[in-house]
């Protein structure tokens, strides 16, 4: 499965120098302020993938889909805020095998971010359980937004893998955060 995921150019170089990127907890946006909304995620990436290789904890992001068509992110765009302005950044296309792969709703996934709910179809007076609440953030998952009448004529569609490896690297592009 081709995706594309865009990395420091630190987390590359090390991706040359070891056969293998991760996540590290330590470099994390949001400096763990959606460390619960991240934890679900690797739980149902362990429900739906597998277990995580020894040590990891968090997935590494990357796009499936951009704005409707399968194509690489337009950097004009995803070359924001990926740390300060002038900060090296690289584009990876990879080649991944799917079952390593867990693809999600990139919309939706900020409903998960913010603590929000996913319930279809919602009324605004009931009184949803935490419980329930968080079983809605399963409705990410269905990339083809089946439920309700939801449409999503530009969907973006993430997708999430516990590593990267080297040897599915087909292309890096170098950019710098604008």
């Not at 996540?23 to 934890?39: P, Q, S």
């Not at 597998?50 to 765009?77: C, H, L, S």
């Amino acid at each position: 499965m081709i995706l594309w995921t865009i990395q420091h150019l630190k987390a590359y170089e090390k991706l040359c120098e070891t056969g293998t990127l991760r996540a590290d907890a330590k470099h994390l946006i949001f400096n763990g302020e959606f460390t619960e909304a991240y934890r679900w995620m690797a739980e149902q990436m362990t429900e739906r993938i597998g277990t995580a290789p020894n040590g990891i904890v968090f997935p590494v992001w990357a796009w499936y889909q951009w704005e409707g068509q399968r194509k690489r992110p337009d950097m004009r765009f995803h070359s924001r805020g990926w740390g300060e302005k002038g900060t090296p950044i690289v584009l990876l296309t990879i080649d991944v095998p799917e079952n390593l792969v867990l693809l999600s709703d990139f919309d939706y996934w900020h409903i998960v971010l913010s603590d929000g709910d996913l319930i279809f179809p919602y009324s605004e007076t009931a009184c949803y359980s935490k419980e329930k609440k968080r079983n809605s953030w399963k409705n990410i998952f269905d990339i083809t937004c089946s439920f309700d009448s939801e449409e999503h004529s530009q969907l973006s569609t993430q997708a999430t893998l516990w590593e990267i490896k080297k040897e599915w690297v087909i292309k890096a592009e170098h950019f710098t955060s604008r």
